[in-house]
């Protein structure tokens, strides 16, 4: 079983690569923020509390986050591994996520960092929010927030698994297919 978390800033290109990845490895593909979206779209309450923070571009607190993320992992007992995708994005989500897959004997196998500018996630960021429709992609001080809040809150995220010898940082920038084959020769390496 192949437990990947794939870093890396909003606008780093996590969703587009998971994708492509689920497919090649077949991974179960988990997004947080997919999930928050659907539960604001069916209008829960849970999307009804996530979306005051999202609009900001602040974390939803984690309590709410873990809960929803393990129960998504809890309803699919057949998937042969996940590919974790803006989870953890805290020191006590990465603690969850440890806890809860320890407990299964099928502990996260890597994290792997796709290193992107500043700058460039901007220019992504609002390139997508023109067909995305994403209110978070469309506001430059939202997304500065997001940049800032992954900075402050999430990067330590990442010392949390270079601890357990599981970082593996690569380069984010380029084309899809030469950053999903980046993936590809690390992801290799586990199998
Ligand atoms: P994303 O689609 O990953 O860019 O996430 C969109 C928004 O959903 C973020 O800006 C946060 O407000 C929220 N979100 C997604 N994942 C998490 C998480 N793991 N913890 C807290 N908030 C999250």
New binding site residues.
């Given amino acids: 079983m192949i437990n990947l978390v794939l870093f890396g800033p ?2 780093s290109g ?2 587009t690569q998971s994708v492509k990845l689920q497919e090649k490895y077949q991974l179960m593909h988990v ?7 659907m539960h604001m779209r069916e209008n829960t309450d849970l999307g009804k509390e ?1 979306k005051s ?2 609009e ?7 309590e ?2 873990i809960g929803m ?1 393990n129960a998504k992992i809890e309803s699919h007992p057949e998937a042969k591994g996940f590919i974790f ?6 020191a006590a ?1 990465a603690e969850a996520l440890d806890a809860l897959l320890n407990s299964k004997n099928t502990p996260v196998s890597k994290m792997i960092a796709l290193n992107v500018p500043d700058e460039e996630l901007i220019k992504r960021l609002l390139l997508r929010g023109k067909d995305s429709g ?1 209110a ?1 992609d469309q506001n430059e001080e939202i997304i500065a927030n ?1 940049i800032q ?1 992954y900075n402050d809150k999430t990067l330590p995220v990442a010392s949390y698994y270079e601890k357990q010898a599981k970082l593996v940082e690569i380069h984010g920038l380029g084309s899809i297919d030469d950053i999903f084959n980046r993936l590809c020769a690390v992801i290799d390496t586990l199998a």
């Fill in positions: 909003p606008g996590k969703g997004s947080t923020g997919d999930l928050f979206r996530a923070y999202i900001k571009g602040d974390l939803v607190p984690d709410v986050t993320m995708d803006g989870f953890p994005r805290t989500q994403r978070d997001r809040v």
